[in-house]
């Protein structure tokens, strides 16, 4: 029976695409197999600028390490890939790989929104590589050079590397470690799976908004494997939320490690969850966990262990049940961002969320709860490239909020320190009947759903096409990702394989709307509604979903 219950949680998995396709495997490779070369042709570059011996230039190399959820093989379609590049002694990072390795990969086709993270905790780039989303920051070790096997482990390496060698290195460290750690590495990948898919649904998924982050669900998710080693799939998830919605917080959660017998005085943090890197120096995981998220996340625990604790009753598809945002809560802060070009975008709104934990507080300080939903949504009504956050307040609290001022300070200290040029955000009230018509925001992230606006997915390559000749009106969408999203209104947007055919239907639009010389927006959209789909039906081959396109066509 458990067998059972364990095998359709795996279904669901599967079905919900959260198993990638080998397609999708091979594509990952692929795209870190050609980061490694391009690290390694950096590597030489740089050697002989530096105008090393050549034999020092032959011996030389550099290497990317994967680590993340991509290296514990528990990534989703729309995971990033966090990678590590590992260099020589002489390649220096404000030089050589913010500058030098930076401008070979923009100058590469497959790379796109790169952007440098020079001032974060652990120094980045962020780019897109064939349309995946990577996380690549950097680190140098003594030595000349450094292979694909390096033991990242080897106190000889680790000694005299700097706080920031220390951080980037941990990440790689701390998930070899959770491996090594975890007695059943594919039962523990299946639950993290399942785990990391409950958070996102409940909203209690991500760092920057003060939840759980995907490093401290593979921790917590690695502790409840290896309290009990023969467990199933299902049983896992019961333990997962029982031990954690009872556990005695803030008491430090530590994965049982036989290297490390180093016990934790709770008083020595201040945080409210506490969960310790499984490696040295043993750190806490960085966390933004505030008062109220932090309510949040153990109501959500707490739910979870009710529809889980008789097993023979659980419903996993219950407790995936999208968090019910505009019933819970009558007012939400809106927080709109944007941007004029979508390559400018990505770089904007990571800094911005990289500062929500002050507006996070100031909220929590003015209205006493806020739920700071970590979903991101695009206004398709905007012709500009943007993305909007919806954050509930506390229900029956009348209080009124001097935006303005709040959005004062919160511009005050994005303002401050950003190397960009300072784009667009609005801080709105929007009360829960607004967002009521948009029935998606209840069932974010569930397939299928048919709205005027969508979820937005930073690793989605949708790149708007403006009409060349009606004003602020997106002809469709440039994909590179092969997936297939439409807006199934009356007026859809549609995703084109190439800039030419989306030009074709431009024309096409401009040219009949023109010759009928409608202006009136509703019967303007019918009209170019109908002669999509005409030039769908003789067109259907030039769209990316070909069974999508049969749909319309039929229309
Ligand atoms: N708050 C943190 N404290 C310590 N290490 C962190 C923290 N956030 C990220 N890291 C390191 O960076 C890695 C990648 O982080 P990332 O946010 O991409 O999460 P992830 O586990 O890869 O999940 P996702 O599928 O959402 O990308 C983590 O596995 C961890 O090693
Ligand atoms: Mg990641
Ligand atoms: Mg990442």
Redesign the pocket.
Known sequence: MEDERSRSILQLMVKEGLVPSPEEEEKRKNVVEQLKKIVMAWVKRVAWQRLLPRQDIAATSATVLT??????G???PE??I?ALCIGPYFATMAEDFFVVLYSMLKSRPEVSEIHCVQDAK?PLMRFKFDGISM?LPYTRLKVLAVTENVDIFNPFFLSDIGETGWKSL???R??KRICQLVPNLEKFQSMLRCV?LWAKRRGV?G?LNGFL??????ILAAFVCQCDPNASLSALISNFFKTFALWPWPTPVVLRDGMSQHTINPTETQLFMPIR?PCNPY?????NITKNTFYKIRAELLRGHNLTKDLLKSDFDNILEPFPYTQTYTRFVKIFVSASKQDELGDWVGWIKSRFRCLILKLEEVQGLCDPNPAEYIDLDVAEPNVVFYWGLQPGKTNVIDIESLREDFWRNISNGYQGLLRRMELSIVQASQLAKYAQFDTLSRKGTKASWKMSDCNQQRIPIYSQHLPHYVVGYLSTNGDSEYRSAGDAPLKFKTQSMAAALDNELTQQTYNARCHKRKIMDNFITSIKCKFLASNPLLLISETEAAGVAKK
Request: aromatic share 12%.
């Open positions: 680590y993340g959820s991509y290296a514990l528990v990534h989703g995971s990033d966090d652990v996380d941990s990440g790689v701390a998930n990391k998924y760092n982050g995907g490093v401290h669900l593979a890197l750190e806490y995981c960085r966390c």
